[in-house]
T-cell receptor, first 115, second 114 residues
Framework: AQTVTQSQPEMSVQEAETVTLSCTYDTSESDYYLFWYKQPPSRQMILVIRQEAYKQQNATENRFSVNFQKAAKSFSLKISDSQLGDAAMYFCAYIIGGATNKLIFGTGTLLAVQP | KAGVTQTPRYLIKTRGQQVTLSCSPISGHRSVSWYQQTPGQGLQFLFEYFSETQRNKGNFPGRFSGRQFSNSRSEMNVSTLELGDSALYLC?????????????FGPGTRLTVT
């Protein structure tokens, strides 16, 4: 079964602190891509970071980085120096490689940032 | 470059009616995917169109259909609306087919069925 599990429905972090959101996934495919999307109250889905499964190096985008553990099928997101604007729902997702754009999403983690 | 646009942004319909939602992708993008977002089921893939052809379909009843035009704009249609169809419908576009390309999402259409 193709599933994504986000075990933390809600998280809270103090401004300027670091927080890690967890994600595990299940697929039997070897070629896939992993994503973290952010959905603020405006509901616009925004790509935060992506990781190609064939790459061993963890992806980094400014204050956002991932810890990709392929054998464990784990893909956590670390947000450093948290800002008030980081408050949003965060979704972990993946796509199987090939000619398809079907994203499989997790249930999301609602992140609150405390001033 | 303009982003993905969806119209209308909000819609209220009555059970049994039908509805058509529209999605205009980013200029040059040929792939459009549709997703349904509800509090109970989360984000679920509806279907994807590429070059006017449906390339992939999610597990939704036949009341949900879509199409894509030659300019890559896409519409989705829901017939015989049910209360459970109330949701945020998101579309996403990408340059071509293939998982390696980022999908850009529109702001969504909020459908309420009464």
């Amino acid at each position: 079964a193709q599933t994504v599990t986000q075990s933390q429905p809600e998280m809270s972090v103090q401004e300027a602190e670091t927080v890690t959101l967890s994600c595990t996934y299940d697929t039997s495919e070897s070629d896939y891509y992993l994503f973290w999307y952010k959905q603020p109250p405006s509901r616009q889905m925004i790509l935060v970071i992506r990781q190609e499964a064939y790459k061993q190096q963890n992806a980094t985008e400014n204050r956002f980085s991932v810890n990709f553990q392929k054998a464990a099928k784990s893909f956590s997101l670390k947000i450093s120096d948290s800002q008030l604007g980081d408050a949003a729902m965060y979704f972990c997702a993946y796509i199987i490689g090939g000619a398809t754009n079907k994203l499989i999403f997790g249930t999301g983690t609602l992140l609150a940032v405390q001033p | 470059k303009a982003g993905v646009t969806q119209t209308p942004r909000y819609l209220i319909k009555t059970r049994g009616q039908q509805v058509t939602l529209s999605c205009s992708p980013i200029s040059g993008h040929r792939s459009v995917s549709w997703y349904q977002q509800t509090p109970g089921q989360g984000l679920q893939f509806l279907f994807e169109y590429f070059s006017e052809t449906q390339r992939n379909k999610g597990n939704f009843p036949g009341r949900f259909s879509g199409r894509q035009f030659s300019n890559s704009r896409s519409e989705m249609n829901v017939s015989t609306l049910e209360l459970g169809d109330s949701a945020l419908y998101l579309c996403a576009s990408s340059p071509t087919g293939g998982a390696s390309y980022e999908q850009y999402f529109g702001p969504g259409t909020r459908l309420t069925v009464t």
